[in-house]
Structures are given as structure tokens and as C-alpha cells.
């Protein structure tokens, strides 16, 4: 072996004679390479083995989930029949209008307790009417009639409350009359014709999601329903309602991004009604209602339409953040000055103790709730019932 080493050393040219120590680095050299060569086909041959061995595992661990699987599935089944319970719009209004009701009418009605009313518990009365933003001349009226109803006897919490329904209701029930019940409700028998919906509205008060959602509304009763993104400005807001649109099965037209907003409401209109569709929901680019020019934009676009339908549109909406408070009545007075409204959609009335602003928005204006929302969800969104909102205003 040591010649061996030594004539190695030669053939490379290594001026070196072999010894012992050589020949015992070579040995340890050659008995590690066997040790790894032999582990390597050993685990080789194990790996193989463990992988048949999942494999068959898991066939019987996916037949036995499959099996636990429809057992579970069955026992949820019966248990969601048995435990779920379907959250009514009531419910849902109640919970929603919840701020409203404890931060103002609540503590309103607990300064009645079967007496009289001192001048500071008036005062505070009226501080937290103004509050409520109800606006200044509902606020002093129904000021007035309360101290005048106090006068006449013993006056609770109960009776303050039936009172209050009363007299809120007196103020725009007459106008509330006046909503088109074809907004809420597809009639086959007029399927065909279309019925263009304007929605206008300030950027962030919830005008594309509510169109989303009035979409999903119609198509669920079997209309057809074509959608226009006019909002060109806002590429984002534009891909929002074609995900509405696709999940509703209504068409969308949409253009390029900055296109003309009057030209994209044209088209949606031609579109609609080339396919006879039953209603054809136009989006509005977001305006302030301080900008007149932005607001000529928006009768522009109103106007262009009366091209293809000299009656178009059959509704213009505005919607309205409930939050705004005060500043949504001077929003509504501007946009119907250019527009003339025909009704209003109140959104996230779950976020504000302000609701019963939409008392003196429809009364100074003359224009009816048809909608109102008080959440994210397409449920959350209702029709208007005067009666089902000051009972859940009141908590009666």
C-alpha cells in the first residue's frame, strides 16, 4: 500500500516519500466515503418505504375525513336549523339607529318622569334637539308643543315618546307619499321599459356602493339591469361597481379613465335600451356642492339623456352620509336647486347620532327618503318605512 502511495506521489510529480501517516489518512479517507455511500442507499431505500406508507395513509385518513367530513356537515346542517336565527330588518334598523336613539331621543325621554318640566330641563331639551340636528325650526317647534303638552298634566317617558311619533310623523308622512313605488318593487308587466335612475351625491357619502346594491336589489327580483360608471374620474371607484355588477349579473358600461362623464351616461342609456333592459342605474362623478361649475357638469349629464328619452331621467337620488348632520340639508338644497330631485337615500345612519337630520331635510325640501343604510351589506340597505324608523328612533 505504501508503494502504491509512493508511486502516486511520483506520477503527480510530488517530491515526498510515503509513510505510515500517509497511508493512515488515505485509509480514514476511503472508510468515510463507504460509511456515507452506505447510509445514502440505506435512506434512499427507507425514504421509498415512508413515502408508500403516507401515500396509503393518507388514502385511508382522506376516506375517513371524507366520512367525518359528511357526518359533520349533517350535524351543522341540523344545528344551524335548529340554533340560526335570520337578524329581520327591524333588527337591523334598531341596532343601527342605536347612537341616535341613546345619545339624544334616550336622554330626551328620560328627563320625563310623570311631572312637570323645569325651564333648565327645556333648555337642555332644545340643546339636545339641535344636537340631533333636526335643523333650528323643527327643533323650536316641537320645543314649544312639548311645553304646551307639559302644561296639560303628567307627562312620562312613554307618553313623551308617543308624542314625539306623532308630531316627527305630522311633519313629513305627506311627503313620503310621494316615492315611486317601482324603485322597491320589478312589475313584470312593465318589463322592457326602462326606467332611467340618476345618483348623485358628494365623494364619500356611499353613492357607488349603494348603486351595487341597488343592483343586487332588481336583478334578485328578475330585472335586467345595465349600470353606467360615470364616475371617470375615479378609476378605483369604477372597478368597485363592476364587482357589484358582476356579483348582481347586471352589464356595466364603463369608458376610459377621464372620459367624458355625460358621454359614458349616453351610451349606458343607448345600451339599456337597444337590450330593453328594466332599469338603467346611472354613477355621477363625486361633486362638492359648493362647486358650481362641477354642478353644471352634473345637469349636463342629466339633460344629454333626454336625447334618447325625452322623460329620462324617471328618478334623480341623492344620497346623503347621514354623519354630515347639518351640512347634508345644505348639500340637498344645491343639488336639487340644479337637479330637481325626486328622493334621497340616507347612508350610514349606523355611524352617526345624527339620523333625524332626514326629518328636516324632508321637510324643507319637499323631497321624500327612499332608501336608508345602516351597514356594509346589500341587507342593510332598505327601503324608507316612516313608521319602522321613528319606532326604532323612539325605541317603541
Known amino acids: 500500500m505504501l508503494d502504491l502511495i509512493q508511486m502516486t506521489y511520483e506520477a503527480l510529480g510530488i517530491p515526498r516519500s510515503a509513510n505510515y501517516g500517509d497511508l493512515f489518512g488515505v485509509l480514514s479517507v476511503l472508510s468515510l466515503v463507504l460509511a456515507g455511500s452506505f447510509q445514502f442507499f440505506q435512506g434512499s431505500d427507507n425514504t421509498k418505504s415512508i413515502s408508500k406508507n403516507k401515500e396509503e395513509g393518507a388514502e385511508e385518513d382522506l376516506d375517513h375525513k ?13 344545528d344551524s336549523e335548529k340554533d340560526s336565527t335570520i337578524i329581520t330588518w327591524k333588527e337591523r334598523l334598531k341596532k343601527g339607529l342605536s347612537r341616535s336613539r ?14 312637570g318640566l323645569t325651564p333648565e330641563q327645556l333648555e337642555e331639551i332644545e340643546e339636545l334637539l339641535y344636537s340631533a340636528d333636526i335643523g333650528p325650526s ?7 308643543a312639548l311645553t304646551e303638552k307639559v302644561k ?4 312620562d317617558e312613554s307618553e313623551f315618546k308617543k308624542f314625539l311619533f306623532e308630531f316627527l310623523k305630522g311633519k313629513i308622512d305627506p311627503i313620503q307619499g310621494q ?4 324603485l322597491y318593487h320589478f312589475q313584470k308587466e312593465n318589463s322592457g321599459n326602462t326606467k332611467v335612475i340618476m345618483v348623485v351625491g358628494v365623494n364619500g357619502a356611499g353613492k357607488t356602493t349603494t348603486i351595487g346594491k341597488l343592483a343586487t336589489k332588481l336583478t334578485a327580483q328578475g330585472a335586467k339591469v345595465v349600470v353606467g360608471a360615470c364616475d371617470t374620474f375615479r378609476a378605483a371607484a369604477v372597478d368597485q361597481l ?30 339599456a335600451l337597444n337590450s330593453k333592459a328594466d332599469y338603467c342605474i346611472l354613477d355621477t362623478a363625486g361633486r362638492l356642492h359648493t362647486k358650481g361649475n362641477l354642478m353644471e357638469e352634473l345637469a349636463k349629464s342629466k339633460n344629454v339623456l333626454k336625447k334618447l328619452d325625452s322623460t329620462a331621467p324617471h328618478q334623480t337620488l341623492l344620497v346623503i352620509d347621514a354623519i354630515t348632520g347639518q351640512n347634508a340639508i345644505k348639500q340637498a338644497e344645491e343639488f336639487h336647486k340644479t337637479l330637481e330631485l325626486s328622493g334621497l337615500i340616507l ?13 328636516s331635510i324632508v321637510q324643507s325640501l319637499g323631497v321624500p327618503i327612499t332608501y336608508i343604510g345602516v351597514g356594509e351589506s346589500v341587507d342593510d340597505l332598505n327601503n324608507f318605512n316612516l313608521d319602522e324608523y321613528l319606532d326604532a328612533l323612539l325605541d317603541l
Open 66 to 78: 371524507d366520512i367525518s367530513w359528511k357526518t359533520d356537515s349533517k350535524l351543522y346542517e341540523a
Open 102 to 115: 341613546s345619545e339624544v331621543w334616550g336622554r330626551i325621554g328620560s328627563l320625563f318622569t310623570g311631572g
Open 138 to 144: 323643527v327643533a323650536t317647534e316641537l320645543t314649544e
Open 152 to 155: 296639560s298634566g303628567s307627562f
Open 179 to 182: 316615492v315611486d313605488q317601482s
Open 242 to 271: 363592476q364587482v357589484w355588477c358582476e356579483r348582481a349579473g347586471a352589464e356595466m358600461i364603463r369608458a376610459k379613465e377621464g372620459a367624458n362623464p355625460s358621454g359614458v351616461g349616453f351610451d349606458a342609456l343607448q345600451a
Open 347 to 359: 347612508t350610514k345612519c349606523d355611524g352617526s347620532s345624527k339620523a333625524g337630520s332626514a326629518v
